[in-house]
T-cell receptor, first 116, second 106 residues
Framework: GAVVSQHPSWVICKSGTSVKIECRSL??????MFWYRQFPKQSLMLMAT?????????EQGVEKDKFLINHASLTLSTLTVTSAHPEDSSFYIC????????????FGPGTRLLVL | QQQVKQSPQSLIVQKGGISIINCAYE??????FPWYQQFPGKGPALLIA?????SEKKEGRFTISFNKSAKQFSLHIMDSQPGDSATYFC?????FGAGTRLTVKP
């Protein structure tokens, strides 16, 4: 099956610093990727839709200047949390839509961010 | 943002029983309805998915029933096993339901 990787899997940072999370589709091309945030015991909340070669589309209430998304190739999207604060601590999960089967999303293993 | 409503919030089933989780959506433009299984600390894994032109899809012990006119769909897990204990999410396109925590007692 299709594999999506995320790096890093765990990150701890100080308040005010920026953190970059990578999402890669390993064996398929993905023009579209999605970024989600999940708080403990809650559902996945869609943050933004990332399209290769164009600007990301952010969900209502998500600060685009705080959560920078870059989708520079058909296999890589990055999420940068700028000036992170403790309330940004969460589980960030990406998914990639296989270009060969435009409905199916494959999820990465997630990145746990802890901001001190 | 919660455009998909999922119930129940939690479910306890005896081993060998049938687990049933229900979802309802609002936007008729949705055309892909997957179910995901998630274990603690892991990303969600696709279990089974259906498109609106089909009323039922079965894969092993997992069956999706889809009612387009009612805008509802459900997941049935037959012969539930303790290893099925996890959180299950329905989704419509990329929008997730709130999740159901399933516990299968041995």
């Amino acid at each position: 099956g299709a594999v999506v990787s995320q790096h890093p899997s765990w990150v701890i940072c100080k308040s005010g610093t920026s953190v970059k999370i990578e999402c890669r589709s390993l064996d398929f091309q993905a023009t579209t990727m999605f970024w989600y945030r999940q708080f403990p015991k809650q559902s996945l909340m869609l943050m933004a839709t990332s399209n290769e070669g164009s600007k990301a589309t952010y969900e209502q209430g998500v600060e685009k200047d705080k959560f920078l998304i870059n989708h520079a190739s058909l296999t890589l999207s990055t999420l940068t949390v700028t000036s992170a604060h403790p309330e940004d601590s969460s589980f960030y999960i990406c998914s990639a839509r296989d270009d060969r089967d435009l409905g199916t999303q494959y999820f990465g293993p997630g990145t746990r961010l802890l901001v001190l | 943002q919660q455009q998909v409503k999922q119930s129940p919030q939690s479910l306890i089933v005896q081993k060998g029983g049938i687990s049933i989780i229900n979802c309802a959506y609002e936007n008729t433009a949705f055309d892909y309805f997957p179910w995901y299984q998630q274990f603690p600390g892991k990303g969600p894994a696709l279990l089974i998915a259906i498109r609106p032109d089909v009323s039922e899809k079965k894969e092993g012990r997992f069956t999706i029933s889809f009612n387009k006119s009612a805008k509802q769909f459900s997941l049935h897990i037959m012969d539930s096993q303790p290893g099925d204990s996890a959180t299950y999410f329905c989704a419509a396109d990329m929008r997730f339901g709130a999740g159901t925590r399933l516990t299968v007692k041995p």
